[in-house]
T-cell receptor, first 111, second 109 residues
Framework: SQTIHQWPATLVQPVGSPLSLECTVE??????LYWYRQAAGRGLQLLFY??????ISSEVPQNLSASRPQDRQFILSSKKLLLSDSGFYLC??????????FGPGTRLTVL | KNEVEQSPQNLTAQEGEFITINCSYS?????LHWLQQHPGGGIVSLFMLSSGKKKHGRLIATINIQEKHSSLHITASHPRDSAVYIC???????????FGTGTSLTVIP
């Protein structure tokens, strides 16, 4: 069976510090991978998606970036965090374009 | 206007009540998902629908393609059903889902 992992589960970082969130998927090959952000009281916002190693599409311009160094690994990064980057970050995977399964999420607080 | 609208935004029910959450969408879709997000934050996929009706335990999801409307029903609600329920629609092309802002359900014992 397939599972998706995210870490860390929670993170508190100062403004201006770097960020690296990791997502890995087990039990499948060549999944589509997605990064979402959910700000407090708001819906899910797609940040990045990837259909293969090294292939990243950005949906929202911002100070975040994503990378996919391996087939089942998706990393969300920032060189300098802003207060507005606080939120709940969810990774998701899917094989079919219209199917997604979500990870447990990372709650990021930028102070 | 959002492509996916949910109602109500907040819902409080007594244990045992029958609950309905509604989702309307304005785009053509290939699939509609109902998701459940518990206070811890993780999201679980409940249903994926492209037509008709699906049932899983006390949960029932229906979709009317002509009316561009879907409903999630919970029978004999229980406090453990307390969560945010999110409707998500895929337009059939591209990699973007359209998400509703969620319905926060609280079931009181």
């Amino acid at each position: 069976s397939q599972t998706i992992h995210q870490w860390p589960a929670t993170l508190v970082q100062p403004v201006g510090s770097p960020l690296s969130l990791e997502c890995t998927v087990e039990g499948t090959s060549n999944p589509n991978l997605y990064w979402y952000r959910q700000a407090a009281g708001r819906g899910l916002q797609l940040l990045f998606y990837s259909v293969g190693i090294g292939q990243i599409s950005s949906e929202v311009p911002q100070n975040l970036s994503a990378s996919r160094p391996q087939d089942r690994q998706f990393i969300l990064s920032s060189k300098k965090l802003l207060l507005s980057d606080s939120g709940f970050y969810l990774c998701a995977w899917g094989l079919a374009r219209d199917t997604q399964y979500f990870g447990p999420g990372t709650r990021l607080t930028v102070l | 206007k959002n492509e996916v609208e949910q109602s109500p935004q907040n819902l409080t029910a007594q244990e045992g009540e029958f609950i309905t959450i509604n989702c309307s969408y304005s785009v053509g879709i290939s699939a509609l998902h109902w998701l459940q997000q518990h206070p811890g934050g993780g999201i679980v996929s409940l249903f994926m629908l492209s037509s008709g009706k699906k049932k899983h335990g006390r949960l029932i999801a229906t979709i009317n393609i002509q009316e561009k409307h879907s409903s999630l029903h919970i029978t004999a609600s229980h406090p453990r059903d307390s969560a945010v329920y999110i409707c998500a629609a895929h337009p059939g092309t591209g990699n973007q889902f359209y998400f509703g802002t969620g319905t926060s359900l609280t079931v009181i014992p």
